[in-house]
């Protein structure tokens, strides 16, 4: 919260101890619908009532979209059937769409009780597109134009229905059937001459997702092509809804927070942090350190297993964190440049070969630079320096040998995964980390007590 | 690339390969300057300068800024200079910015030789910005009105004007002195009615940020407010800039891989996956495995200074990786919740006592449900199943206590590094991993040689 809005928090607060109403109402009308619903998050159940009912009818709407889901539905617990109906009357159907998502089933009954028939049937619609498809994410409330109107025709149907749709800046061109055939901007309608006719100067070349399409390549679409809204089309090209560029930025958001957090090993939750509780974040984080810290068995038998070689050379102990580090750091590299490459549809899985060829290459340079720079920091810290006469050159070697294999490995590993990921439908930021590093731990060992078991004799 | 630009690419090589020009044409004007530039990517260096040639004016342009700055560099260099103009005239200011940015010196005098002195003023001005500032990312062709203009006047010059400014979505009404006073959408115009004076029907509390503001603050309040565009105002208000919701997008991209590639141990580097030669992805990644690989020096050497008690307690060793790993991977969890809430505005440094609060209950729930689970584990599955008689109930002790230690002490860690890295003004996401892991590392092995000491009496 800045700090502008936290002095005004500050006397808001006062003045709702004063039940200074009518002032508390002429300064929330100067602020913008997601501040005040920061300020609602701070305040007690029925302060949030009474601050609301002070609201005029559109900004009232804006902040309850704004505001979190448990306070909305205290909210919509306090409300009269009356006052639900004004809210979800003044809702734009994405939004609405979104509440309706995170509401209990009651109050969703409520909630489609009050709504108009028009509404509902737009609610129910996109509510049975699949979680995470351009469908869920779209809204029903777009400008579509007729090919044969004119500019002055144009201006005048958006300024008539203009007020209900959620975007006026991108129209769409539709026949009698809503087949999609042309899109224009209200830009390009502005600044041409009043008697053009639209089929003259839309652009027809529209570039469409359909309703199943994954919301992250709709992200990605909006990324690559600068749109302000992108329009959602069904099996037969017909128009069924638009994304527009501000709900395409926040999913944008969640899914690299989401990718984040799967990466960390967390499931993901869509609270924000200090929101979710202690119960919450334990759940998302103590099951994936779990099956992590059980699959190091693997690492104890293995190690267990070369239990006697290793009570002859303790020094090679010393440098198992160090060998499964950096093969974990190494792995964590590729698989990240990977993940995240395909994440932004820089890379799709037929690209597999040169992902490959690239990492491998990658591999044997960092391998060699790190064994290299390992040898001469073992000789100079270790042996000459710090005087552990343990580290001789040959352990050194065996140190440094398994170093570039270690590596090589990691980044295989790191790169192919994902991939494989990708390719079987699973995610690959959630099938990455674990996999990756339980098996570089593994592999690093099996590496390692392998080259030292040759060059040592043991 | 999909699947339909994929083939129109294979249709077009074959129809270069023939210079059958004119049918090439046809399809590029059908073409989206996105795909277009995607196609040139695969192209020779004289097949691009060929069919960049073919592009009528305003597709060149935008083709133009979409291409990978190598190929743009090559392509400017075969432009006369009467090319070169016809390019840069259409250019919008803040993409002639991020292109001079990429280009080296002396081409960089040849743009700027070729565009208008207006064109030319606002580069420089836009260029003197630091970089990652709001004034670096915003361009000067906005529309600006005055707030005693009526929509009708308001229309008109949007209509003479508009065609140059990057969004005609968003109109500033400014002062004689460029003072911002209000903003006003085209959507606002359009609904009203003819007569209405702007003064009346503008948004007065218009949020806007300083020249000087950090990129990432920027990419929040678009998130935060649902903004189309943002205006960017000097120490006076008075406005300077826009940035518009498109180009904060491409920023929310950029600045997530950033932090993706941090916090993976790797300098950020603005190529795509596959365009990164070998040499800079190389560049880009062994610097921290070495730094990383050095630090373990640390371990290496607490393990060493054990080597004795580890002599008769080998089965210890077997469970450094499990330690060390959970260890990391808890303080990984951590790090990673904070530094995203931190790049999301949803936390700032002055939380840091609710977040050290909430993350050490987690830890204690956390590494407790792990010990338990561990202990459990160690005798029922290696002491048991796999018949090791070195897992001990008292081995299984000191591990699970360790454990306990090391999750409290890694989420601490975890938690507090990236707040400190945020207050004294470094990046979160590059100071969290390498610092964390290192520490985490030594820490856990401390604690576990430590504890083994206290309990099996060595």
Redesign the interface.
């Given at each position: 919260m800045s700090e502008r809005i936290a002095t005004l928090e500050g006397t808001l607060f006062a003045l709702l101890e004063e039940r200074k109403y009518s002032t508390i109402r002429d300064i929330l009308i100067?602020?913008?619908a997601?501040d005040i619903a920061g300020i609602f998050d701070d305040l007690s159940h029925e302060g949030i009532a009474r601050l609301f009912r002070l609201l005029p009818k559109e900004l009232a709407a804006e902040t309850f979209v704004e505001m979190e889901p448990d306070a909305q539905e205290l909210l919509i617990q306090s409300f009269s059937d009356n006052e639900l109906k004004e809210v979800v009357d003044e809702l734009y159907v994405d939004d609405a769409v979104d509440i309706v998502e995170e509401m209990p089933a009651n109050v969703v009954k409520r909630i489609l009780r009050q709504a108009d028939p028009e509404m509902r049937k737009m609610i129910n619609e996109i509510l049975q597109y699949p979680e995470d498809s351009a469908g869920s994410i779209m809204t029903t409330e777009y400008v579509s134009l007729r090919s044969h109107m004119t500019v002055v025709e144009a201006?005048k149907r958006?300024?008539r229905i203009?007020?209900d749709k959620e975007t006026?800046?991108t129209c769409y061109i539709t026949e009698e059937d809503r087949t999609l055939i042309g899109m224009i901007s209200?830009?390009t309608i502005?600044?041409s001459d009043d008697d053009d006719v639209l089929s003259d100067i839309m652009e027809?070349?529209v570039?469409s997702v359909s309703t199943m399409e994954d919301q992250e390549s709709v992200v990605q679409m909006?990324?690559?092509?600068?749109?302000?809204a992108l329009p959602v089309v069904d099996t037969e090209n017909r128009l069924v809804g638009i994304v527009t560029?501000?709900d395409?930025?926040?999913v944008?958001?969640e899914e690299?927070?989401e990718?984040?957090?799967k990466?960390?090993?967390?499931t993901p939750t869509d609270k924000?942090?200090?929101k979710a509780t202690?119960q919450e974040?334990?759940k998302a984080?103590?099951p994936?350190?779990?099956i992590?810290?059980?699959s190091?068995?693997f690492?104890?038998?293995i190690?267990?297993s070369f239990?006697d070689s290793?009570?002859t050379y303790?020094?090679l102990?010393?440098?198992?964190?160090?060998l499964?580090?950096?093969g974990?750091?190494?792995g964590?590299?590729s698989?990240?440049?990977?993940?995240?490459?395909l994440s932004?549809g820089?890379?799709t899985v037929s690209?597999w070969l040169?992902?490959i060829w690239?990492e491998m290459?990658?591999a044997v340079?960092?391998g060699l630079?790190?064994a290299i720079?390992?040898f001469v920091?073992l000789l100079l810290?270790?042996q000459y320096l710090?005087q552990?006469p343990?580290v001789t050159p040959i352990v050194a070697a065996v140190v440094c040998i398994t170093?570039v294999f270690t590596?090589i490995f990691a980044k295989l590993v790191g790169s192919l995964l994902p991939l494989l990921a990708e390719r079987t439908g699973f995610d690959p930021a959630v099938m990455a980390t674990p996999f990756i590093?339980t098996l570089v731990?593994t592999m690093s060992?099996l590496i390692y007590f392998q080259v030292a078991r040759l060059v040592l004799q043991i």
């Open positions: 100067t602020m913008n997601s201006l958006i300024r203009g007020l006026i800046y209200i830009r502005l600044l027809q070349n570039i909006f990324a690559k092509y600068n749109f302000m560029i501000d395409a930025m926040d944008m958001q690299a927070t990718d984040f957090e990466m960390a090993a967390m924000p942090y200090l202690i974040t334990f984080r103590a994936w350190l779990l992590l810290m059980l190091a068995t690492t104890s038998l190690i267990s239990e290793l009570a303790v020094i102990t010393a440098f198992i964190p160090m499964t580090g950096t974990g750091n190494s964590t590299q698989s990240t440049a990977v993940i995240r490459s932004l820089e890379i690209d040169s992902v690239k290459r990658v340079l960092v630079t790190l720079c390992n920091k810290v270790d710090l552990n343990s170093l590596v590093s731990d060992l």
